[in-house]
């Protein structure tokens, strides 16, 4: 398995408050990424990042900001969260770009955030 | 817009039969399909993928079969077990196309 982690596992929060997602990789790839699950989506892309201070939006970024000052660490943050971003999020790393063929991401097991 | 489309919510195939589970696109420029496999309380993993220069890969029992003109693939799983049961997720990417799910089959084989 690859070495991903995600923290916390779970979390509740309530309105308003600012909510900080931690994914961690122990594979050195460049890419990462958080994604959303929610029932009758799928899976959505929020942000991604191909280095070091390097990121973008995905389709479903607003009220989301990312940050990535290591290779390792990749973080979501929800500056005031709302009860829409209930949801489960995943994080994923890969060794290609977001745009290239052959883009098998690797996922890490997900945090559960509920916004009362 | 929904550019892949997995239109069966849920499908029940009993164990040693086979299942099929069928994902639909939009964009021609998708040139790279996978099949995600997804566990409750678990991330995806990866499970089987295939080449728009093919229309077939197989790996033991998982098999993806690729129809270009029609936009269709799907994901057959023979002899299907009990283990199998989970959601799969169909995914496509290509050249400037970031990668993008369908929505989730959710497969359940029974005894």
């Known amino acids: 398995d690859a070495g991903i982690t995600q923290s916390p596992r779970h979390k509740v929060t309530e309105t308003g408050t600012p909510v900080t997602l931690r994914c961690h990789q122990t594979?050195?790839?460049?890419?990462m990424y958080w994604y959303r699950q929610d029932p009758g989506h799928g899976l959505r892309l929020i942000h991604y990042?191909?280095?070091?201070?390097?990121?973008d939006k995905g389709e479903v970024s607003d009220g989301y900001s990312v940050s990535r000052s290591k290779t390792e660490d990749f973080l979501l943050t929800l500056e005031s969260a709302t009860s829409s971003q209930t949801s489960v999020y995943f994080c994923?790393?890969?060794?290609?770009?977001?745009?290239?063929?052959?883009?098998?991401?690797?996922f890490g097991p997900g945090t559960r955030l509920t916004v009362l | 817009d929904q550019q892949v489309k997995q239109n069966s919510p849920s499908l029940s195939v009993q164990e040693g039969r086979i299942s099929i589970l069928n994902c639909d696109y939009t964009n021609s420029m998708f040139d790279y399909f996978l099949w995600y496999k997804k566990y409750p309380a678990e991330g995806p993993t990866f499970l089987i993928s295939?080449?728009?220069?093919?229309d077939k890969n197989e790996d033991g029992r998982f098999t993806v079969f690729l129809n270009k003109s029609a936009k269709h693939l799907s994901l057959h799983i023979v002899p299907s077990q009990p283990g199998d049961s989970a959601v799969y997720f169909c995914?496509?990417?290509?050249?400037?196309?970031?990668?993008?799910f369908g929505t989730g089959t959710r497969l359940q084989v029974t005894l």
């Open positions: 295939i080449s728009s220069i093919k």
């Open positions: 990042s191909y280095g070091v201070k390097d990121t």
């Open positions: 994923a790393i890969s060794d290609r770009s977001p745009g290239s063929t052959y883009n098998e991401q690797f």
């Open positions: 995914a496509a990417t290509g050249t400037a196309s970031k990668l993008t």
């Open positions: 594979e050195n790839h460049r890419y």
